[in-house]
């Protein structure tokens, strides 16, 4: 096996070549250009070329874009070839099978056939600097390069073996490896005097002989054996591990081993295909009972490097893949639940609601009784303190006193949310965090005092499964449904499928020493990195994803840096101290492209007639750990047009361009590995469709001459018609002129008239203006410690925006802008009544609340302009709104928007958008479910309401919307300025863009910051 520089991986077998790249094995034999379907050798030059031998002779070659061809000697080699080296540039060896050497030049195809004794019996070849070690069973030979290819050479014994040495390789540091069928595995200095360094006696119980050496780029060895799988052997700490089928393999009959540019190893065993050990990291095991069933663990427990684990056929340790169960009378027949290590000894509950603690050799029992008034208690978790066992029960939360097993019971009465207790957690601040279905999140603060959080953004089933917390003092909380939660003592952040986690569902959640976050779901894991922002599903060992895991059945040793999953069928072992990030950028390949459907080799700096073209590009980005979390980037890039980037899974692998006109192009596309790291540069193509004849400048030119000669010929025929027709016209006009006199004075009496009804319906709209600049107060200085910028530009002289503000009993405040449907003087009555309703819905109904007075607010409109009517011509009129409701006490703000832009930032931070709800006020019975928006009041924070006018607004070179990402970036560019100034420079660059065209909408800004 070999990766070819396109990132494939290159097998080679008895029945053909194959490549792999992550999307399935694509073969070729001699139809394919092959000299023989057999390859018995294969190797890649310093050019990237891929030689391959075959077992009669014949020579085949893999050039570094996937074309195969073969080599045409002149006489057969008639021999299997064993070996393929490079020794020099063009220059080869060809190692035959126990009768000589083949040198061959591939420039020149001058083949010479050396078969003296010095070449006899030659197993191997290695090449290291200006010489060959030539590796036979009786030892090691070494012979100069240079004479070799003068012919004029001599051979000397460096190392002297017994007979039965198998195959060698090259590692780091220099250092030489030779597996002996007698000795093991012996490893020498690389220098002139192959001086001995290190030998590994390597267990083999069948027998078996060496198949394969090989070093990762850590030092690491890898020997394959014929009957006993492989061995890793680590140098350093002399460590060695065995691989065979109870490790996963298919056969103990391996072939050959691969290490690939990602450090995955690719195993290939004898009639038993090909095998990935991708990340060491992950490992599972089925644990079954006496009778070969497998077991569900219910309850895992690390002590001094055994797992002691609760299930449903009884107690004990793991002993392999079976349970050594405890023959303690008083634990037949009993299922287990959880199991909990405790001062020296183990405590433990049944499905049937018993509680135990027994010594750690489960020889002495003792029952704990628990009492309730429930027909059944059900213990649902176990966890203790220094001082304390907890048991998590259907009944409330039993405090237990180890000394005595006296109890008190925490539940409904004592101030709990529900008496069904699933999962508790003890934080660092010595608060205890209670885990109820039903109920919000919540802890108790000396078992006593309760801390409930409403209104967290993300939760909405109110299922809380599991809790624990991070080196940073975070605290991470699983659900059933709603995903996984951050509480960094100021705020929530929550993770669902949109952020990575595989699923919603997670029944159990660690936080490593490195501070990563391991959350198990039904049938999958899902890991955060400290570094990274969203969750990645884990990959590994394919049984992580074939096995339901089991709620809170979960370990962490934090001894050995070790997490363990309780599964339907076995465990889940993470080793976290061997978590590692793929580093290795994916190999980018586009393989094919195609014009019109016809394939093309070369699309560069091409240029193409003019015509409507159909594009595809085929790619693939070769990551061989996992190939199915490659991910795309790309765009088409049109000269002088808009482009995007977009992202692509790696399901999508073509793309598609149909009817392309002319301009000039420029295709970019970058791949991601399995850990989202991205290329650091594209493939790119840049290409051009030509102009159509008629808009090139010999056919503009020609037109010009040739229009301009025809409207001169035009100018001269019409001018004799103008003469012609003048005369004409004068005796008309004259005739008409005593006509027009007439008409002229009946205008203008009329427009007299016309000019009084204008004054008079003027005064009225300037009258109905200073009704409306009544209902529209002046907020500055009128909201406490915060500092306000507030503007009103109507599109005519009355509008349909208005903003203002309420004083509540608590003297805390709210503040609200709102944009009616319409403008001008229909926009204008229903500011009146909009504010009329407000003041009724706040000022006499005391509803105080944002969400509250928004859901008033539209039944109130509805009920003013239709009331209960069924008739389906009742025309609703409505509004769109924002709510601010500021508590000065507890120092937070509420935001509830429906239909109305929202931004706000926080210090000198950027501006940070919050769509709520896009629902309006009055149109619809049910407005569906309003979001609240919580922020902390912190010096520095400013909130920004305004209406959709400022971003509707057209203008520009293009005549486009302003739109919300100018408003952003305006609001941004003046974050350090005053309030004051950043209203203004908002407005500015508002006026700026809008130049001459005509404002659209009514236009109203309020900025406020809090000192």
């Not at 002691?308 to 037949?332: C, H, R, W």
């Not at 529900?418 to 601040?429: A, Q, R, T, W």
Request: proline share 2%; hydrophobic share 35%.
């Amino acid at each position: 096996m070999c990766q070819d520089s396109r990132g494939f991986l290159v097998v080679a077998t008895g029945d053909g070549l194959s490549t792999y790249a992550g999307q399935g094995f694509k073969v070729y034999k001699t139809n394919s250009g092959l000299a023989e379907i057999g390859i018995s050798a294969l190797f890649k030059d310093s050019k990237n070329k891929i030689w391959l031998g075959h077992f009669e002779g014949g020579v085949s070659y893999v050039m570094p874009s996937g074309r195969i061809g073969k080599v045409n000697f002149k006489e057969p080699l008639s021999a299997k070839l064993v070996q393929i080296l490079e020794i020099a540039p063009n220059n080869y060896i060809f190692l035959k099978k126990n009768i000589g050497i083949v040198l061959y030049n591939s420039a020149t195809g001058v083949v010479d056939n050396i078969q003296d004794e010095n070449f006899m019996e030659t197993i191997s070849i290695l090449a290291n600097k200006d010489e060959l070690f030539l590796l036979k069973p009786d030892g090691v030979y070494t012979i100069k390069i240079k004479n070799l290819l003068a012919k004029k050479y001599e051979v000397e014994q460096k190392i002297k073996l017994k007979e039965g040495a198998c195959l060698q390789y090259s590692v780091a540091k220099d250092n030489l490896l030779i597996a002996d069928n007698s000795l093991g595995m012996l490893t020498y200095r690389a220098d002139e005097n192959l001086s001995a360094l290190d030998t590994f006696k390597l267990n083999r119980p069948n027998g078996s002989t060496f198949t394969k050496v090989i070093s990762d780029r850590f030092s690491n060895i890898y020997v394959s054996t014929t009957d006993d799988g492989f061995f890793k052997i680590n140098p350093s700490s002399r460590l060695i591990k065995t691989y065979t089928i109870k490790n996963g393999l298919n056969s103990n009959a391996i072939q050959s081993l691969f290490i690939d540019r990602e450090d995955n190893l690719w195993v290939g065993t004898y009639g038993y295909g090909l095998q990935q050990l991708n990340n060491e990291m992950y490992s599972y095991r089925f644990i079954k009972d006496n009778e070969g069933i497998r077991l569900p663990i219910n309850s895992i427990v690390r002590l001094n490097g055994r797992n002691a684990v609760a299930t449903d056929k009884g107690m004990g340790y793991i002993n392999e893949d079976k349970v050594d169960f405890a023959p303690n009378s008083q634990l037949t027949n009993k299922k287990f639940k959880n199991l909990m290590f405790y001062n020296n000894y183990f405590v433990f509950s049944t499905v049937d609601g018993e509680l135990f603690k027994s010594d750690t050799l489960f020889k002495t029992i003792t029952k704990i009784p628990l009492f309730t008034t429930n027909q059944k208690l059900v213990i649902n978790s176990l966890s203790s303190d220094p001082k304390t066992i907890y048991a998590c029960t259907s009944a409330g939360l039993y405090v237990i006193d180890p000394t005595n097993f006296n109890y008190t019971v925490l539940n409904t009465e004592s101030g709990l949310l529900h008496n069904n207790v699933k999962y508790i957690f003890i934080d660092s601040k010595k608060h205890m965090w209670i885990c109820s279905q039903g109920t919000p999140i919540y802890y108790l603060d000396n078992l006593k005092n309760i801390k409930m959080f409403d209104n967290v953004e993300g939760l909405k089933l109110f299922n809380i499964q599991t809790i624990c917390e991070d080196k940073n003092k975070n605290i991470w909380i699983s659900s059933l449904g709603d995903g996984v939660f951050k509480f960094n003592g100021r705020r929530f952040d929550n993770y669902t499928v949109a952020d990575g986690l595989k699923s919603a569902y997670s029944y159990g959640i660690v936080s490593d020493y490195k501070n990563g976050v391991w959350v198990a779901h039904a049938n999958a894991i899902s890991y955060k990195n400290n570094n990274k922002k969203n969750f990645n599903r884990v990959g590994g060992n394919s049984d992580l994803l074939q096995n339901n895991f089991i709620e809170n059945s979960t370990f962490y040793d934090k001894v050995e840096n070790e997490i363990f999953f309780g599964t339907t069928e076995g465990i889940v072992r993470i080793n976290t101290s061997k978590q590692r990030f793929n580093e290795v950028e994916p190999v980018l390949n586009v393989l094919n492209i195609t014009i019109n459907g016809d394939r093309v080799e070369s699309l560069n700096d091409t240029t193409l007639k003019y015509n409507s073209y159909d594009f595809s590009f085929e790619f693939i980005g070769v990551c061989l750990s996992e190939p199915a979390n490659v991910k795309y980037r790309y765009k088409l890039k049109l000269e002088g047009a808009e482009d995007n980037w977009e992202i692509i899974t790696s399901e999508t692998r073509k793309l598609n361009f149909p009817k392309l006109k002319n301009g000039d192009y420029t295709f970019m596309i970058y791949a991601a590995n399995n850990d989202g790291l991205w290329n650091s540069t594209p493939i790119e193509y840049r290409f051009k469709i030509d102009k159509p004849f008629w808009q090139k400048w010999w056919f503009i030119i020609t037109s010009i001459c040739v229009s301009s000669l025809l409207i001169f010929i035009g100018i001269k025929w019409r001018t004799r018609q103008l003469i012609q027709n003048q005369k004409e016209l004068e005796h008309k006009i004259h005739l008409q002129t005593i006509e027009i006199r007439s008409e002229k004075e009946h205008i203008s009496k009329i427009a007299e008239e016309l000019k009084v009804v204008h004054e008079d319906l003027r005064d009225s709209i300037n009258y109905a203006k200073n009704i409306q600049s009544s209902i529209i107060p002046n907020l500055n200085g009128r909201l406490g410690p915060v500092d306000v910028f507030e503007h009103f530009q109507p599109k005519d002289v009355v509008g349909g925006d208005f903003f203002g503000f309420y004083v509540l009993p608590d003297n805390n405040k709210i503040v609200f802008l709102a944009d009616c449907t319409g403008h001008g003087v229909p926009g204008g009555f229903l500011t009146v009544i909009a504010k009329a309703l407000l003041d009724k819905i706040v000022l006499e109904m005391k509803i105080y609340h944002p969400k509250d007075i928004i859901y008033k607010l539209n039944s109130e409109f509805r009920m003013f302009f239709g009331g209960n009517s069924t008739d389906e011509n009742v025309r609703y009129e409505g509004l769109v709104i924002s709510f601010i409701h500021i508590d000065y006490n507890k120092k937070m703000v509420d935001i509830c928007v429906a239909g109305n832009p929202f931004y706000y930032s926080k210090a000198d931070g950027d501006v940070i958008s919050y769509k709520g709800s896009r629902s309006s006020v009055g149109y619809e019975e049910n407005m569906g479910e309003l979001n609240v928006l919580q922020i902390p009041i912190e010096s520095g924070l400013r909130l920004y309401m305004f209406s959709d006018g400022l971003q509707d607004q057209f203008g520009g070179t293009d005549a486009k919307r302003f739109s919300s990402k100018k408003v952003a970036a305006a609001l941004n560019k003046s974050k350090l300025s005053s309030v004051k100034e950043q209203g203004y420079l908002v407005l500015n660059e508002w006026s700026d863009w809008r130049r001459g065209s005509e404002q659209v909408d009514d236009v109203s800004l309020i900025i406020m910051k809090f000192e």
